[in-house]
């Protein structure tokens, strides 16, 4: 936040997690209110089959997942509620597909260290453990997170997150590709939804979430700003949604993210 263009104005659209991922990868949530654990989504109108029509690449890389694991199989610190693919019948149905594009954490490095084999689009995410909500593991992860909503700022598992970020982010900004001056990247880190206890009359903050953006070196050279810098228009997921649509030059999906704002303040004025 100290580094980078930070937005104070941007947030969530709903709760739980995953109908708040939804909106990023499809355009809309689905009137979904749970997270699904199996396919429950038919739409093949999304995210990842415009980029593949449009002959770009796309990999989500999970926390957990081993490379010998199924992608749309929940198996020991994995959960296919990590990502939002596996929701989705039409990559779900393509097991070798669903391998393919739904891989380990670690091969994020591999890929990275040239341009030839980075995706155009890349999903990471963190484990239960590491995400900044868990674990909440029956009873000490439940009892800790309990205790958690009742102290300030609701600090339970925030080094773990912390953590995270720490070994993850120097992947992508140390990698070749990232560093490669030829080439625009932006990272974006950011949540799913604030911390959303209404039932018990704590820590909802109107779904207002942390969203950082980090351009690479050629991406500043071509038009971003560089950080730090604060942005305070209204952004939320399918702000996201329309950002990656514009920079990958793909077409809208929905009317949320057709009508959604860009997350045009993180560029120059006129930089294209």
Request: aromatic share 12%; proline share 8%; hydrophobic share 35%.
């Amino acid at each position: 936040i100290n580094a980078y263009g930070f937005s104070s104005n941007s947030y969530g659209l709903t709760h739980p997690s995953l109908p708040n991922y939804y909106p990023i990868v499809g355009g809309t949530d689905y009137g979904l209110t749970y997270n699904c654990a199996s396919p429950c989504i038919s739409s093949d109108d999304i995210l990842t089959a415009n980029i593949d029509a449009a002959g770009k690449t796309w990999r989500g890389y999970a926390q957990s997942l081993t490379y010998d694991g199924n992608p749309l199989v929940s198996s020991g610190d994995y959960a296919t509620d990590q990502l939002p693919f596996p929701a989705f019948e039409a990559i779900a149905s393509d097991p070798t597909y669903a391998k393919t594009h739904i891989v380990p954490l670690q091969q994020m490095a591999i890929d990275l260290q040239s341009a030839e084999t980075a995706p155009n689009f890349a999903w990471f995410a963190a484990n239960e453990d590491f995400n900044g909500e868990g674990p909440v593991d029956f009873p000490w992860g439940m009892l800790k997170f309990a205790i958690g909503q009742l102290e300030p700022k609701h600090p339970y598992n925030v080094p773990a997150l912390d953590q995270f970020l720490s070994e993850t982010v120097p992947v992508v900004i140390n990698s070749a590709t990232w560093n490669d001056p030829t080439r625009k990247s932006a990272l974006f880190v950011t949540f799913d939804e604030d911390n959303n206890n209404t039932s018990l009359g704590i820590g909802n903050d109107d779904n207002h979430i942390v969203m950082v953006v980090i351009p690479s070196p050629g991406a500043v050279a071509a038009g971003m700003r560089g950080g730090p810098f604060v942005v305070s228009t209204y952004y939320n997921h399918y702000s996201l949604l329309r950002t990656i649509e514009d920079s990958l030059g793909l077409p809208r999906l929905t009317n949320n993210d057709t009508y959604a704002n860009p997350m045009s303040e993180f560029w120059v004025a006129g930089a294209v």
